[in-house]
T-cell receptor
Framework: NAGVTQTPKFQVLKTGQSMTLQCAQD?????MSWYRQDPGMGLRLIHY???????DQGEVPNGYNVSRSTTEDFPLRLLSAAPSQTSVYFC?????????????FGQGTRLTVV | KQEVTQIPAALSVPEGENLVLNCSFT??????LQWFRQDPGKGLTSLLL?????REQTSGRLNASLDKSSGRSTLYIAASQPGDSATYLC????????????FGDGTTLTVKP
């Protein structure tokens, strides 16, 4: 089982560049989400989706776009990278419809914006 | 707004000691609570999930408890080993099955041989 796969693992961007962080899961999970993890601020929710074609904003959505065209994939787009977006990004997925649904996380993408 | 606090931020113990990690939350209307482990430079690995109707869950040397009325959860680690060294995070899911989760900042545990 691959679980949740994120690519790339590391990325350096220049201010103003755009890029897409990829996230794919093979567990047929309806719910997918993106977090950023910063020292002293814990994990903060950027965007989430409860199924294909449905997305919504989390706690810190500004500067990021998402789409969910398939159940498996949930890419995160940085429109115009800023140094404040330097962080570690995690994608997570879980099932809906059951009470004991654990969340599964990818290995993270470490992004540096210079 | 739900706030999740984990105290202490760091803990160092000798190998073999039993220990307790704490997680407190401000809004008791939770759906479930999940404990994770994070190794340096890695993603989060699920350890235990406690539903709001449950009081505790056990897996091997780990036992997690939940007291919704007091807004607290504890993660008990028995007979700690150096391999247990990691950061432990708790996450509280709000309200419903599709609810968002709020994470604590974590407790970084070091188990000395």
């Amino acid at each position: 089982n691959a679980g949740v796969t994120q690519t790339p693992k590391f990325q350096v961007l220049k201010t103003g560049q755009s890029m897409t962080l990829q996230c794919a899961q093979d567990m047929n999970h309806e719910y997918m989400s993106w977090y950023r993890q910063d020292p002293g601020m814990g994990l903060r929710l950027i965007h989430y989706s409860v199924g294909a074609g449905i997305t919504d904003q989390g706690e810190v959505p500004n500067g990021y776009n998402v789409s969910r065209s398939t159940t498996e994939d949930f890419p995160l787009r940085l429109l115009s990278a800023a140094p404040s977006q330097t962080s570690v990004y995690f994608c997570a997925s879980r099932m809906l419809g059951r009470t004991n649904t654990e969340a599964f996380f990818g290995q993270g993408t470490r992004l540096t914006v210079v | 707004k739900q706030e999740v606090t984990q105290i202490p931020a760091a803990l160092s113990v000798p190998e073999g000691e039993n220990l307790v990690l704490n997680c407190s939350f401000t809004d008791s209307a939770i759906y479930n609570l999940q404990w994770f482990r994070q190794d340096p430079g890695k993603g989060l690995t699920s350890l235990l999930l406690i539903q709001s109707s449950q009081r505790e869950q056990t897996s091997g040397r780990l036992n997690a408890s939940l007291d919704k009325s007091s807004g607290r959860s504890t993660l008990y680690i028995a007979a700690s080993q150096p391999g247990d060294s990691a950061t432990y995070l708790c996450a509280v899911r709000h309200g419903t099955n599709a609810g968002k989760s709020t994470f604590g900042d974590g407790t970084t545990l070091t188990v000395k041989p």
